[in-house]
């Protein structure tokens, strides 16, 4: 069964940094598309950024050069580093598939941006 594991959610200040890792497992062969997503309190859930299976990243606009997707295949292991954080960011973060299975949604990990 493939689950996917988020980690490195905290709480940090406005222009702060956190480094979020979410690990793969249970899925044979090579690590497919994955996505990190984020649902904020009240609003749908998002894609916040994309890695394909040969590393090409897509970014939502709102992130696009403050955050930066990127995976370790060996590890099984998709992190997603985010700096200079805003209070908007605020969210349960996800990772999945890209696009998205919905049998494969965690936990998250809670990300909170306040001063």
């Known amino acids: 069964q493939v689950q996917f594991v988020e980690s490195g959610g905290g709480l940090v200040q406005p222009g702060g940094s956190l480094r979020l890792s979410c690990v793969v497992s249970?899925?044979?062969?090579?690590?497919?598309?994955t996505g990190w997503y984020r649902q904020a309190p009240g609003k749908e859930r998002e894609v916040v950024a994309t890695?394909?299976?040969?590393?090409?990243?897509n970014y939502a606009h709102s992130v696009k050069g403050r955050f930066s997707i990127s995976r370790v295949n060996v590890k099984r292991t998709v992190y997603l580093q985010m700096n200079s954080l805003k209070p908007e960011d605020t969210a349960v973060y996800y990772c999945?598939?890209?696009?998205?299975?919905?049998?494969?949604w965690g936990q998250g990990t809670r990300v909170t941006v306040s001063s």
């Open positions: 890695i394909s299976e040969f590393g090409t990243t």
């Open positions: 999945n598939r890209h696009p998205p299975i919905s049998e494969y």
């Open positions: 249970g899925s044979a062969g090579s690590m497919y598309a």
